[in-house]
């Protein structure tokens, strides 16, 4: 079909336009918690959209660096309160939770913490309760140490880590750690004994949100609403996080 040279002009400039937005794919900043579940969502994403994207990310400070200098990043998953007081994220959409874990050194015998009694009993026969320290900011830190506050564990012995809770397992100092639970379970130097008992509320709220520096930020809320689609609630669950509802 022959077309006017005009028109023939026009479409290959649209086509050119078209094109690097086609091809550029997303990036994530997601810290290590969150990672495993939104590492298996984006291959989701990408196999239906064919947009590819990058997790990223890393520690708590690093994302915050990365957002400051601007860097590249479209979409950013961090907990609530993290998320709430960045002014480079916008948008922000509740994720769902990711509970604390509760682990030992690989090789100890793995106790039992499926109730609140046998849990609070772990702790207090522990040797020492790893968890991260709360004045670094991270909430994991600020829900644990909340938690051991409260009557039923004035007399656990904490261990406050600077960085990894199983810092401290691994070093002698405690018998016990509790860390987000996605962490310890990919993690082969320790025995995941399960997650810290619901009735104490040690879970961490996260929400996804849009980074200022996105270069598409409506193929960024695209894959934010894929992330906190009811039929995604499985894979999340799979990697430790449970979306609101989802039970």
Same mark, same amino acid.
């Given at each position: 079909?022959?077309? *006017?040279?005009?028109?023939?002009?026009?479409?290959?400039?649209?086509?050119?336009?078209?094109?690097?937005?086609?091809?550029?794919?997303?990036?994530?900043?997601?810290?290590? =918690?969150?990672?495993?579940?939104?590492?298996?969502?984006?291959?989701?994403?990408?196999?239906?959209?064919?947009?590819?994207? +990058?997790?990223?990310?890393?520690?708590?400070?690093?994302?915050?660096?990365?957002?400051?200098?601007?860097?590249?990043?479209?979409?950013?998953?961090?907990? =609530?309160?993290?998320?709430?007081?960045?002014?480079?994220?916008?948008?922000? +959409?509740?994720?769902?939770?990711?509970?604390?874990?509760?682990?030992?050194?690989?090789?100890?015998?793995?106790?039992?913490?499926?109730?609140?009694?046998?849990?609070?009993?772990?702790?207090?026969?522990?040797?020492?309760?790893?968890?991260?320290? *709360?004045?670094?900011?991270?909430?994991?830190?600020?829900?644990?140490?909340?938690?051991? =506050?409260?009557?039923?564990?004035?007399?656990?012995?904490?261990?406050?880590?600077?960085?990894?809770?199983?810092?401290?397992?691994?070093?002698?100092?405690?018998?016990?750690?509790?860390?987000?639970? *996605?962490?310890?379970?990919?993690?082969?130097?320790?025995?995941?004994?399960?997650?810290?008992?619901?009735?104490?509320?040690?879970?961490?709220?996260?929400?996804?949100?849009?980074?200022?520096? =996105?270069?598409?930020?409506?193929?960024?809320?695209?894959?934010?609403?894929?992330? +906190?689609? *009811?039929?995604?609630?499985?894979?999340?669950?799979?990697?430790?996080?449970?979306?609101?509802?989802?039970?």
């Amino acid at each position: 079909m022959w077309i *006017p040279r005009r028109f023939n002009a026009a479409l290959c400039a649209l086509a050119l336009l078209a094109a690097p937005a086609q091809a550029a794919g997303l990036t994530v900043l997601a810290p290590a =918690s969150a990672a495993p579940g939104a590492q298996a969502l984006a291959a989701l994403f990408t196999a239906q959209t064919g947009v590819a994207v +990058t997790i990223s990310g890393g520690a708590r400070d690093k994302i915050f660096a990365t957002l400051k200098a601007g860097g590249p990043a479209d979409v950013v998953l961090l907990p =609530s309160t993290d998320i709430a007081e960045l002014p480079t994220v916008s948008g922000m +959409t509740p994720l769902g939770r990711i509970a604390v874990g509760v682990a030992v050194k690989a090789g100890a015998p793995v106790p039992d913490v499926s109730t609140p009694e046998k849990f609070r009993n772990v702790l207090l026969a522990a040797r020492g309760v790893a968890y991260a320290d *709360p004045a670094a900011g991270t909430s994991a830190g600020v829900v644990i140490d909340r938690m051991l =506050s409260a009557p039923d564990f004035k007399a656990v012995r904490r261990v406050k880590v600077a960085g990894l809770a199983v810092t401290g397992l691994l070093d002698g100092r405690a018998s016990i750690a509790l860390q987000m639970l *996605p962490e310890l379970a990919g993690n082969k130097d320790v025995a995941l004994a399960g997650a810290v008992p619901e009735a104490y509320g040690a879970g961490v709220d996260f929400s996804a949100g849009i980074a200022a520096s =996105s270069i598409d930020a409506v193929k960024a809320l695209g894959f934010i609403t894929f992330l +906190t689609d *009811p039929k995604n609630a499985a894979v999340w669950k799979a990697h430790g996080l449970e979306l609101p509802g989802a039970h």
